[in-house]
């Protein structure tokens, strides 16, 4: 045992014991450890390192820092211009008609900050979601997450409809039913579900949705904290199904993982409902060199979009004709929409000994649950790396 490790186990708080790896740099699609070994990184912090870690013009952005150490944000709070820059940006690229940035510092508070104003805006206090979704780790993300964190906190918010997949016309049923009460503040849902193993709803299923939540006057909360800034093959995966969301939410490859923060974008008219006193409060939301980091990795995305999307198409074709043609010891499904990969076995375990398997021989995977794995490569990740890791999870198998 390391030191770093029995240190770990004694003073880090953690759900389970970390994997035997320290990581002490990163570079593109690898990250390296204590002894300089290099691992491909198929994860990339979970849709995280959409351009690849360690990129030149945000390490640049975060040496040339100069900057105030900190910006009170509200009560009324300061100005300061990277965070226009950063949220007029956002109002240009997101989609629909959504203008107003709520700061953040990652994407569960970007979700809290989207319930609370869809409670705001509509005076109602109840929401639909998908069966065994993910939106975060705090009370009210919980509440619209997985029935199975109530086993835990039997206590979430009430009134908290869940519906399961798949979602097809039958379950878009079942959410305009629920709707037709007038009770539901917002429905909420990933576009494309990577914490269900990339479950890809519907063309029908959102559209339905999405007309229903208007006629009754239901927020409608695109959650694209994963899939946002090319995960899935468009920069949002809204797009993939036409959607005019009233408010997203965003985090992780916003930042590329190199600043902690997140936004919850929403219609200039919901907003509105959230200009009450201290209806919003985030100390460090968009902190200065957070928001100054963001923009840099932010601009460095947008700035090779349309290479990156076509990388995503190419790859994804590449990686999808790989999974399903390999020997895989179980009946495999591969889920796949454009770098947003998932592997789903009948049995529990194969995908435990599969992801042990390639981490020894240098490959980085995880593990979705007891029967699924999930594979979010880079999106700038080029044919050699992506063959070289593919050969390494043949050999894994
Ligand atoms: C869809 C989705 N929403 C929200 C979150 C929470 O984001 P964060 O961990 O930045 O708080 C996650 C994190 O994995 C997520 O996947």
């Known amino acids: 045992m390391t030191n770093t490790s029995q240190k770990d186990e004694r003073y880090i708080g953690r759900d ?12 593109g699609s690898y990250l390296i450890d204590k002894n300089g070994q290099r691992y491909i990184d198929f994860e990339m912090g979970w849709c995280v390192g959409n351009i690849g870690w360690s990129q030149n013009e945000v390490t640049e952005a975060i040496k040339n820092f100069t ?8 009560m009324p709070g300061y100005m300061y ?24 510092t990652g994407g569960t508070e970007a979700v809290e900050t989207a ?8 005076k109602r206090h109840k929401f639909i979601s998908i069966e065994g979704s993910y939106h975060g780790h705090s009370l009210g993300a919980m509440s619209v997450g997985g029935s199975h964190f109530r086993e835990w906190y039997p206590n979430l918010l009430e009134g908290c409809f869940k519906i399961a997949a798949p979602l097809n016309d039958a379950a878009a049923e079942k959410v305009e039913k629920l709707l037709e009460t007038k009770e539901i503040a917002a429905f909420i849902a990933e576009p494309i579900i990577c914490n269900l193993g990339v479950e890809i709803p519907t063309k029908e299923f959102f559209q339905r949705v999405a007309k229903a939540c208007k006629a009754n006057g239901t927020l409608f909360i695109v959650d694209e904290v994963a899939t946002g800034f090319g995960r899935t093959g468009k920069l949002f995966a809204a797009e993939h199904y036409d959607l005019e969301p009233d408010i997203i939410t965003l985090g992780k490859a916003l930042t590329g ?27 460090f939301g968009w902190q200065p060199l957070n928001a100054v980091i963001t923009l840099a990795n ?19 074709e590449y990686f999808k004709q790989r999974l399903e043609a390999m020997p895989f010891k179980q009946k495999a499904k591969v889920k796949i929409k454009g770098l947003a990969i998932a ?27 007891p029967t699924a794995l999930t594979i979010f490569p880079n999106l700038v990740i080029d044919k050699s790396t992506a063959k070289e890791g593919l050969d390494l999870l043949e050999e894994s198998i």
Do not use: C
């Open 115 to 122: 319930l609370q104003a869809a409670m705001s805006h509509t």
């Open 67 to 74: 900057g105030p150490t900190y910006v009170v944000p509200g």
């Open 343 to 369: 592997v789903h076995f009948e049995e529990e375990g194969y995908a435990e000994q599969i992801v042990n398997t390639a981490f020894e021989n240098k490959l980085l995977l995880q593990q979705l649950s």
């Open 257 to 283: 993982g190199y600043a902690a923060l997140g936004a919850a974008v929403m219609t200039e008219e919901v907003a509105k409902s959230m200009a009450f006193g201290f209806s919003h409060y985030s100390t």
């Open 298 to 316: 932010l601009r460095a995305l947008l700035k090779r979009k349309d290479e990156l999307l076509t990388n995503v198409a190419e790859m994804s």
């Open 16 to 27: 389970l014991k970390a994997f035997p790896l320290e990581i002490a740099g990163s570079d």
């Open 81 to 104: 211009e990277p965070w226009v820059e950063l949220a007029e940006l956002l109002a240009q690229i997101t989609p629909g008609k959504l203008t107003k940035s709520f700061r953040a």
